[in-house]
């Protein structure tokens, strides 16, 4: 793997780190949804219901939850990833990239890769290398198969792969989005153009 890339990983995740670090909030452990047995039993005990309605959802630790399980939450729609078969990413997992350390931005002791991921209440992680899955974890509620809240950097994401798209010549800036994600059709992004 590119050292730089992953120096700008280490970068983006120390902050995130330093940041964690600086709150009053219980460490990722102490939080984690799945010790805490949120939205478990039928009912669930009061104090550990995630409710949409009533704000509790967002609330720190059941967001922790939350981000796991929002469609369980509110409503969401379902996009096609096409007709075609999926075709399974291929691994070539690296043992030592727990062990990686550094020191995070504002801080003066090294933490560890591992050690990161905690300070910063990582739920899942994926990281790809020249089209192959290198590292892949999950905590929390969080399955291989399961969907993650993405938040905002959703707009990042969709907006960098759209205007590489548009680069290419793949897809046209000036065609409505449900031309190229019919699902969408129907909601606020029915009328939007991919510009």
Same mark, same amino acid.
């Given at each position: 793997m590119a050292i730089h890339r992953i120096a =700008? #990983?280490?970068?983006?995740?120390s902050s995130l780190a330093n940041a964690a670090n600086t709150t009053t909030f219980p460490d990722a452990a102490a939080s984690d949804p799945a010790e805490l047995d949120w939205m478990i039993g039928s009912p669930p005990p009061?104090?550990? +219901? /995630? &409710?949409?309605?009533?704000?509790?959802?967002?609330?720190?630790?059941?967001? &922790?939850?939350?981000v796991s399980n929002f469609r369980? #939450?509110?409503?969401? +729609?379902?996009?096609? &990833?096409?007709?075609?078969?999926?075709? @399974?990413?291929?691994?070539?997992?690296l043992k030592d990239i727990d062990t990686i350390s550094f020191t995070p931005l504002g801080a003066n002791t090294p933490?560890?890769?591992?050690?990161s =991921?905690?300070?910063?209440? +990582?739920?899942?992680? /994926? /990281?790809?290398?020249k089209g192959k899955i290198v590292y892949e974890r999950y905590f929390g509620v969080l399955t291989p198969e399961g969907q993650h809240a993405a938040m905002s950097v959703t707009k990042s994401v969709v907006g960098t792969l759209g205007a590489m798209l548009v680069a290419e010549g793949r897809i046209d800036a000036n065609k409505?989005?449900?031309?190229?994600? @019919?699902?969408?059709? +129907?909601?606020?992004?029915?009328?939007?153009?991919?510009r």
């Open positions: =700008l #990983l280490m970068c983006f995740m009061a104090d550990r +219901t /995630v &409710r949409f309605e009533d704000g509790s959802y967002f609330q720190f630790p059941a967001m &922790r939850w939350s369980q #939450l509110m409503p969401t +729609t379902n996009v096609s &990833r096409g007709l075609g078969a999926p075709v @399974p990413l291929e691994s070539a997992l933490m560890t890769w591992d050690q =991921l905690a300070a910063t209440y +990582t739920d899942g992680i /994926v /990281v790809m290398h409505p989005v449900a031309d190229y994600v @019919p699902e969408l059709a +129907t909601s606020a992004f029915g009328s939007a153009t991919v």
